[in-house]
């Protein structure tokens, strides 16, 4: 299929949406055919089924036909698409903070991280040869979409490696796909091609599909994401811990798959699954409206702080080039009709457009295209106060003793972890994620008694790395309750330090990721490098224990504590270490959320 004839479908599918539940309202409309009878198979493996329809994943050209496009996916699979297209899978490789990182640890390594990085966030890209440091406007356009379609549904092979050892088989829309199922409409398609216009062999009219999908068990399973989610850098140290604490969790002993919590119809909760079509083939529903649905969502705290021209994943955007759209200036009004309307009339200054931004209808087109990611990024800020607040709880206030005024007031939050499968805060560790405690006490008369958890003039708590803190401008949270786990490095002189990424500066001034030369069993931790760990286990819960002097208790009344649990993905310190420009710091300011806001009202003597 040519890419116009491809991307005009596709763009058709966005028409009139606002999200995935109004794409999904809309298909579901359709009337729906009676399934046809799948005839009954036994089972065999991914490899014996593979090698049945004579796929040879060793005859491989790695080429970009080798590896089909999302959007290739999109015409028969809208819902899947629209809500991949707005998962962290699809921002993986998207990501500006990904490459500031990414290059900054590079670069201080003396690059010998290597493609360490980019083998889980641009696997198909790596697989292809492209190299490392490629800009990502000069990537392949299935490269810059991260983990997508192929990155799972290509694989057929078990693994239980970690650091994205797993190998993606190339191979064309007609290649093989794996999924979790057996794919029994599938048949109903092929019997009839020229009802549902589809083409089921190269040189044949129609749209092009794949064959009748392998079921491959491990898809299914937690072990299928081990690969990306148990991650260790060469001294020891686990950036990526979620596995280690899955195994160990009552969610594992129960039989409970990542995939339920995260892939379920409830963000972070085992609660079943949705029910969908399998697909929809030429506007008609294939087998039953009662299929199980897997919500590529992939439900998380993670969020994104790309440009919303460029993210969440739209096939209009495909008009325009990465940096074309990174020109576009959408904090600004451009596009907006009521603006236009103005800046034609000369009521307005004119900017100095980039030369593709400099037709109105150009402008205006973009516009439309942002205000619709930007629908889809709503449902994904929903979807990321949801799961987070389905994993976790915070009981209290809790008083020592009666409130009095003239003496300190002493209280405590009982912070809860509910999710069976892994700690509080889980994934990533070290520079991130940040969730920590915001507790005020307002007093009788309006004011603000105490506060702790609060941020500096970069939106930082204030702890030992917040930047006010070490110009003298910000005081330091002594009672600050933050579970954000730190790298501990050993220096040449003093004890040991925090610090942002595990690379000791101080030992050694030319640094190098290299195997360590003491197995981490004698030391149970990398030499000169090891972590604070702070995260709350699995349904375990942590005393957040609070002391408000005498001094500023002295008026009898009636007091409110607020609180609320905060969260964010990366502190802006550790942005500005590695680069990060303003409009970045914003965007990371604007996504943090609030998790659990309440209050309680009590009365002091």
Same mark, same amino acid.
């Given at each position: 299929m040519d890419r116009s004839r491809l991307l005009c479908c596709t763009i058709l599918l966005l028409a009139g949406a606002?999200?995935? +539940?109004? #794409?999904?309202?809309?298909?579901?409309?359709?009337?729906?055919?009676?399934?046809?009878?799948?005839?009954?198979?036994?089972?065999?493996?991914?490899?014996?089924?593979?090698?049945?329809? $004579?796929? !040879?994943?060793?005859?491989?050209?790695?080429?970009?036909?080798?590896?089909?496009?999302?959007?290739?996916?999109?015409?028969?699979?809208? +819902?899947?698409?629209?809500?991949?297209?707005?998962?962290?899978?699809?921002?993986?490789?998207?990501?500006?903070?990904?490459?500031?990182?990414?290059?900054?640890?590079?670069?201080?390594?003396?690059?010998?991280?290597?493609?360490?990085?980019?083998?889980?966030?641009?696997?198909?890209?790596?697989?292809? *040869?492209?190299?490392?440091?490629?800009?990502?406007? !000069?990537?392949?356009?299935?490269?810059?979409?991260?983990?997508?379609?192929?990155?799972?549904?290509?694989?057929?092979?078990?693994?239980?490696?970690?650091?994205?050892?797993?190998?993606?088989?190339?191979?064309?829309?007609?290649?093989?796909?794996? $999924?979790?199922?057996? *794919?029994?409409?599938?048949?109903?398609?092929?019997?009839?091609?020229?009802?549902?216009?589809?083409?089921?062999?190269?040189?044949?009219?129609?749209?092009?599909?794949?064959?009748?999908?392998?079921?491959?068990?491990?898809? %299914?399973?937690?072990?299928?994401?081990?690969?990306?989610?148990?991650?260790?850098?060469?001294?020891?140290?686990?950036?990526?811990?979620?596995?280690?604490?899955?195994?160990?969790?009552?969610?594992?002993?129960?039989?409970?798959?990542?995939?339920?919590?995260?892939?379920?119809?409830?963000?972070?909760?085992?609660?079943?699954?949705?029910?969908?079509?399998?697909?929809?083939?030429?506007?008609?529903?294939?087998?039953?409206?009662?299929?199980?649905? %897997?919500?590529?969502?992939?439900?998380?705290? *993670?969020?994104?702080?790309?440009?919303?021209?460029?993210?969440?994943?739209?096939?209009?955007?495909?008009?325009?080039?990465?940096?074309?759209?990174?020109?576009?200036?959408?904090?600004?009004?451009?596009?907006?009709?009521?603006?236009? !309307?103005?800046?034609?009339? $000369?009521?307005?200054?004119?900017?100095?457009?980039?030369?593709?931004?400099?037709?109105?209808?150009? +402008?205006?087109?973009?516009?439309?295209?942002?205000?619709?990611?930007?629908?889809?990024?709503?449902?994904?800020?929903?979807?990321?106060?949801?799961? #987070?607040?389905?994993?976790?709880?915070?009981?209290?206030?809790?008083?020592?003793?009666?409130?009095?005024?003239?003496?300190?007031? +002493?209280?405590?939050?009982?912070?809860?972890?509910?999710?069976?499968?892994?700690?509080?805060?889980?994934?990533?560790?070290?520079?991130?994620?940040?969730?920590?405690?915001?507790?005020?006490?307002?007093?009788?008369?309006?004011?603000?008694?105490?506060?702790?958890?609060?941020?500096?003039?970069?939106?930082? #708590?204030?702890?030992?790395?917040?930047?006010?803190?070490?110009?003298?401008?910000?005081?330091?949270?002594?009672?600050?309750?933050?579970?954000?786990?730190?790298?501990?490095?050993?220096?040449?002189?003093?004890? !040991?330090?925090?610090?942002?990424?595990?690379?000791?500066?101080?030992?050694?001034?030319?640094?190098?990721?290299?195997?360590?030369?003491?197995?981490?069993?004698?030391?149970?931790?990398?030499?000169?490098?090891?972590?604070?760990?702070?995260?709350?286990?699995?349904?375990?819960?942590?005393?957040?224990?609070?002391?408000?002097?005498?001094?500023?208790?002295?008026?009898? *009344?009636?007091?409110?504590?607020?609180?609320?649990?905060?969260?964010?993905?990366?502190?802006?310190?550790?942005?500005?270490?590695?680069?990060?420009?303003?409009?970045?710091?914003?965007?990371?300011?604007?996504?943090?959320?609030?998790?659990?806001?309440?209050a309680a009202e009590f009365d002091v003597e």
């Amino acid at each position: 299929m040519d890419r116009s004839r491809l991307l005009c479908c596709t763009i058709l599918l966005l028409a009139g949406a606002s999200g995935p +539940r109004a #794409m999904a309202d809309d298909a579901v409309a359709m009337p729906a055919p009676t399934p046809a009878e799948a005839p009954a198979e036994p089972p065999i493996s991914a490899q014996a089924a593979a090698a049945k329809l $004579g796929y !040879d994943p060793h005859a491989a050209v790695f080429a970009k036909s080798d590896y089909p496009s999302a959007t290739e996916c999109a015409a028969c699979h809208p +819902r899947v698409f629209w809500e991949w297209s707005v998962s962290n899978h699809a921002y993986a490789s998207i990501s500006p903070m990904f490459h500031k990182f990414e290059q900054a640890i590079n670069d201080l390594s003396s690059g010998t991280v290597g493609t360490f990085c980019v083998r889980c966030h641009q696997q198909v890209g790596t697989q292809m *040869g492209e190299p490392r440091e490629k800009a990502l406007w !000069d990537r392949s356009e299935v490269s810059r979409e991260g983990i997508t379609c192929v990155t799972c549904h290509h694989v057929s092979k078990e693994f239980g490696k970690v650091n994205g050892e797993r190998e993606v088989n190339p191979g064309g829309i007609h290649t093989p796909v794996f $999924g979790s199922g057996l *794919g029994k409409s599938y048949g109903e398609v092929a019997a009839d091609p020229a009802e549902y216009d589809v083409s089921l062999a190269a040189g044949e009219p129609g749209r092009p599909i794949h064959p009748a999908p392998i079921k491959f068990q491990q898809l %299914s399973r937690s072990e299928f994401c081990v690969s990306c989610h148990q991650v260790a850098v060469h001294p020891g140290i686990k950036l990526e811990v979620v596995w280690d604490q899955y195994r160990d969790a009552p969610s594992m002993a129960r039989g409970t798959q990542c995939q339920a919590c995260h892939m379920g119809k409830t963000p972070g909760r085992p609660n079943g699954y949705d029910t969908w079509p399998i697909a929809i083939v030429n506007g008609q529903i294939i087998g039953s409206e009662k299929e199980r649905h %897997s919500n590529h969502m992939f439900f998380g705290p *993670g969020y994104p702080i790309a440009h919303p021209g460029l993210f969440p994943f739209n096939p209009k955007a495909l008009h325009w080039g990465i940096e074309q759209w990174l020109g576009f200036d959408y904090r600004a009004d451009w596009g907006k009709p009521e603006w236009e !309307d103005r800046l034609a009339a $000369g009521k307005v200054e004119a900017p100095n457009f980039p030369e593709t931004w400099r037709k109105r209808e150009d +402008r205006e087109k973009a516009r439309t295209i942002i205000a619709e990611n930007n629908k889809l990024l709503e449902e994904k800020r929903r979807s990321r106060v949801a799961v #987070m607040e389905n994993g976790s709880r915070i009981d209290g206030p809790i008083f020592d003793k009666v409130p009095r005024a003239g003496r300190s007031l +002493r209280f405590h939050y009982n912070i809860v972890n509910v999710d069976p499968g892994h700690n509080l805060p889980s994934g990533s560790l070290g520079a991130q994620p940040e969730i920590w405690l915001n507790v005020a006490l307002i007093g009788p008369d309006g004011n603000k008694v105490f506060e702790s958890g609060y941020t500096d003039s970069n939106g930082d #708590m204030v702890d030992l790395h917040s930047l006010d803190y070490a110009k003298g401008t910000a005081k330091l949270d002594r009672q600050l309750f933050n579970l954000q786990t730190k790298f501990l490095t050993t220096n040449l002189v003093g004890t !040991d330090r925090e610090m942002y990424l595990p690379v000791n500066f101080d030992f050694d001034q030319l640094p190098f990721i290299r195997p360590s030369g003491v197995p981490t069993t004698v030391l149970n931790h990398p030499p000169f490098i090891r972590m604070e760990q702070r995260s709350i286990p699995p349904l375990a819960q942590r005393e957040a224990n609070y002391e408000i002097p005498s001094a500023v208790m002295t008026q009898p *009344g009636r007091y409110v504590l607020q609180v609320r649990l905060r969260s964010r993905a990366e502190p802006i310190y550790f942005m500005r270490f590695c680069g990060a420009t303003p409009d970045m710091e914003q965007t990371m300011n604007e996504w943090m959320i609030d998790i659990h806001p309440q209050a309680a009202e009590f009365d002091v003597e």
